[in-house]
């Protein structure tokens, strides 16, 4: 069974920083493509970022560059979102996806073709 469990949300004042984790289990991690999406309140889920299976490509939403970044530890089976100088727009439910297969096509990522979720972890950011 595949689980993709995150972790690491809460509330941070504005300028602060946050590191999201996501663990995977019942999967080859190196194998899979994965990224963050985030669902603010009264707003569709959108797309945050992702990274390729070898980890040696990544997207970002533009509204994320040069604040975020989503490294990967695949000895541990674990993606981090790294957040930094957060402000209350990133307040949301932020999600762990998977993407099966060793091809990187970021676009389709990105468009939520994904196989597997997370459940979410909150991140509020106080003004």
């Known amino acids: 069974q595949v689980q993709l469990v995150e972790s690491g949300g809460g509330l941070v004042q504005t300028g602060g920083s946050l590191r999201l984790s996501c663990v995977v289990s019942?999967?080859?991690?190196?194998?899979?493509?994965m990224g963050w999406f985030r669902q603010a309140p009264g707003k569709e889920r959108e797309f945050v970022a992702a990274?390729?299976?070898?980890?040696?490509?990544?997207l970002y939403a533009d509204s994320v560059k040069g604040r975020f970044t989503i490294p990967r530890d695949d000895a541990n089976n674990t993606m981090y979102l790294q957040m930094n100088s957060l402000t209350p727009d990133y307040t949301a439910v932020y999600f762990c996806?998977?993407?099966?297969?060793?091809?990187?096509?970021?676009?389709?990522?990105?468009?939520?073709?994904?196989?597997?979720w997370g459940q979410g972890t909150q991140v509020t950011v106080s003004s």
């Open positions: 990274i390729s299976w070898s980890g040696g490509s990544t």
């Open positions: 019942g999967r080859t991690f190196t194998s899979d493509n």
């Open positions: 996806a998977a993407a099966y297969g060793r091809a990187w096509r970021p676009l389709t990522f990105a468009g939520a073709k994904v196989d597997y």
